[in-house]
């Protein structure tokens, strides 16, 4: 049953950073969070790329008695690297964190080779109260994800790694929840147009609710790391080079 309450007390940082609070503060992919909070009771990761886990970040929300959780092979070694207990989920499970009931969904590309499905990372059903909130995390149109029933929906509208704004749109309008957020675009993934290009696709009954904070560009950052790590490494070799 949809909760206007509930829908407000989601936010989003930018990106695919998720924050609900109520009786328990909840994060999901937690980046660029200003300052240390340390208000987390719940935290989870749906994969392992640098813009849904980042161990800055995590640390940043992290309190006694956080909850830390996300998709199994990342959490082999994210225990000793964060220093804390991780739980290590698997897709099609549900399991209770901080009295919260949470379903895992596989998260997966059906031709891209950005996340494939054998890794089983994740998008999570949270249940809050009466009212089921679904982040599919970083995926196509699957099987899996067209199962769910849930009354708000977050999912990636951005294209490149993910499902763009029109396939977006296909998966809201098979769920048909009340209420539906686009997370994950900005420079370089579908542009400040693709949340009203989303919006255009969905069908009468579902609200879109676009968030400013969303749009980021934080994969130009990424874009601009590679090419410093590149022209580094070109500059060390030339130097080596010239200098034997």
Not at 9 to 16: G, L, V
Request: net charge neutral.
């Amino acid at each position: 049953m949809f909760s206007q309450e509930i829908l407000d007390r989601i936010s989003i940082n930018t990106h695919s950073s998720i924050c609900i609070r109520g009786d328990r503060v909840i994060y999901i992919d937690p980046l660029d969070i200003a300052g240390a909070p340390h208000d987390a009771d719940l935290v989870l990761i749906t994969h392992p790329h640098f813009d849904h886990y980042s161990k800055r970040d995590i640390a940043a929300v992290m309190k006694e008695g956080t909850v830390l959780a996300m998709p199994q092979e990342t959490a082999k070694h994210a225990g000793e690297l964060l220093g804390t207990a991780v739980q290590g989920l698997s897709p099609a499970q549900t399991v209770t964190l901080c009295g919260i009931q949470v379903e895992t969904v596989a998260a997966y590309n059906l031709k891209k080779p950005s996340h494939p499905k054998a890794k089983g990372w994740l998008g999570y059903v949270l249940t809050l109260g009466e009212t089921r909130v679904f982040i599919t995390g970083d995926t196509d149109v699957t099987t899996e994800n067209q199962m769910v029933q849930c009354d708000i929906l977050m999912l990636p509208i951005g294209g490149t790694y993910t499902m763009d704004a029109l396939r977006a749109a296909v998966l809201a309008n098979v769920i048909h929840p009340h209420t539906v957020i686009p997370i994950h675009y900005g420079l370089g993934l579908g542009g400040k147009r693709a949340p009203e290009r989303f919006r255009a696709a969905v069908e009468g009954g579902i609200e879109t609710d676009i968030r400013e904070n969303v749009y980021s560009k934080v994969m130009l950052r990424s874009y601009l790391k590679l090419v410093l790590f590149a022209l580094v490494g070109f500059l060390v070799g030339y130097i080596a080079a010239k200098l034997l």
